[in-house]
């Protein structure tokens, strides 16, 4: 019972702006739940009016011959009467997308409770009261309990089961038709237990249904949380960076991070473009870029943003890396080899441009109140821009910054040094390395 009451008490962390859709879809299922109970108690009817036009006989066996088929209509058709006009007025709240109050949800509980307590007193009166209690209707309190499950509300579950027990024992205790006299004067214990167990059902369907809820809600917590992340980084973040996103978070707006700065570049891509049509381009590039971003997720870097013909990547951000810059260089080698292989036999074969450089930048999501962007700013990213555009000067295809070469170490015995080359925007040279 305590881990009962500790799932009852505990909340999953929801915040407001699913909520209204949360709650649009529990009204939903409680939409479902009223056709369900419709179409159940029709097909007992049905059943029942059958029964009494093939066997007739049995049912007057059942009921020492005093069974009217009148006495199920009168309890069934205000019933159905009650339920299509609450199922009318869910759907027109639904469609307003408002919610429906609180008298609303408990009377129809009360209701549809009290629908097998008729049911036993008609019962009641044409069998002796021990009959009745063996017969189907309080077995019926029992299919109004479960559905309530439906309603994904503890409260309204437990309600269902409150009403229904009390109802059982007054009726059982009190209720004394004509011409019942010789009955047996009923057990107040006896019979407190039996209305004990249904209360019981009822508590016990509002703890699934507060289940059911929580695993929802935390369904709808996992999909926004995936969509704020698709959101600030766009579609071209690996499922596993997805992963550590959402259990480490991207930071707050305006960290400072360490992080490998990457662009890439199609040479001489604009030009090329113009003698071939939008969809030849199109296709091209996709093809293209799929290879290269296939290789950026092996190496856990993300694409920040495309740039037409290029994009720039990050290793070190969102999530820390102490080996961002190894692991650019080595997307960046394997991105070479990888369009050389794309390049083969195709009537359109593109060259790439790199340029890694790492340092500090300002991450964070920038951008208007409605509509954010994750990015970086700051000089490890101009200066890396800078490279890259620098490989139309030296023919080259891989260029990388002194603070890269210093962090590869002897891993980069093929960097070749280019010495100390004016860049623009920068006063004085700046030392530039080329690995291919």
Do not use: C
């Not at 029709?42 to 007057?60: K, Q, Y």
């Not at 009148?70 to 609450?86: D, K, R």
């Not at 009726?171 to 237990?193: K, N, Q, R």
């Not at 766009?234 to 992080?259: C, I, N, Y």
């Amino acid at each position: 019972m305590p881990g009962l009451l500790q799932a009852i008490r505990t909340r999953p962390t929801i915040t407001p702006e699913f909520r209204h859709a949360f709650d649009h879809q529990v009204m939903l299922t409680e939409r479902l739940r009223i056709k369900v109970l419709l179409i159940t108690l029709t097909a007992l009817v049905g059943f029942v009016t059958v029964a009494r036009l093939v066997a007739p006989d049995a049912l007057d066996r059942i009921w020492n011959g005093r069974f009217q088929l009148w006495q199920s209509y009168v309890i069934f058709l205000p019933f159905v009467a009650f339920e299509l006009t609450a199922l009318a007025v869910l759907s027109r709240y639904i469609a307003r997308d408002g919610d429906l109050p609180f008298w609303r949800r408990y009377g129809s509980a009360f209701v549809e409770a009290s629908i097998p307590t008729l049911a036993l007193m008609v019962h009641i009166n044409g069998m002796d009261r021990t009959a009745a209690l063996g017969f189907v209707a309080p077995l019926a309190y029992f299919i109004v309990i479960i559905l309530s499950t439906l309603r994904l509300d503890f409260s309204l579950s437990a309600f269902t089961g409150l009403v229904a027990s009390t109802e059982l024992f007054l009726i059982v205790m009190f209720y004394h038709p004509a011409g019942a006299a010789g009955d047996v004067p009923p057990d107040p214990a006896y019979h407190l237990m039996r209305s004990l167990v249904v209360l019981a059902g009822g508590i016990l369907a509002g703890a699934v249904g507060l289940q059911l809820r929580r695993q929802f809600e935390a369904s709808i917590a996992a999909a926004t949380a995936r969509d704020r992340v698709t959101n600030l980084f766009g579609q071209h973040v690996s499922p596993q960076v997805v992963e550590r996103l959402l259990l480490e978070g991207a930071g707050a707006a305006g960290d400072v991070r360490h992080v490998a700065v990457m662009f890439v570049d199609f040479r001489d891509f604009t030009r090329a473009a113009r003698a071939r049509s939008p969809e030849d381009v199109v296709a091209r590039l996709d093809g293209a870029f799929a290879v290269l971003v296939e290789i950026l997720d092996r190496h856990n870097g993300i694409v920040n943003k495309f740039l037409g013909d290029g994009f720039l990547a990050l290793f070190g951000a969102p999530i820390d890396d102490p080996d961002a810059a190894r692991r650019a260089v080595a997307a960046g080698r394997e991105m070479l080899a990888a369009m050389s292989d794309n390049n083969a036999g195709h009537h359109w074969p593109l060259r790439i441009g790199i340029g890694i450089h790492i340092g500090a930048v300002v991450a964070g999501n920038i951008g208007s109140p409605r509509r954010k962007e994750y990015t970086v700013i700051g000089d490890t990213v101009n200066f890396a821009a800078r490279l890259e555009s620098l490989n139309k000067d030296f023919n080259s295809q891989f260029l990388i910054s002194a603070a890269v070469r210093d962090v590869l170490g002897n891993l980069s015995d093929d960097a070749v040094s280019l010495g100390e080359v004016p860049v623009k925007g920068y006063d004085r040279p700046m030392e530039v390395w080329r690995l291919a």
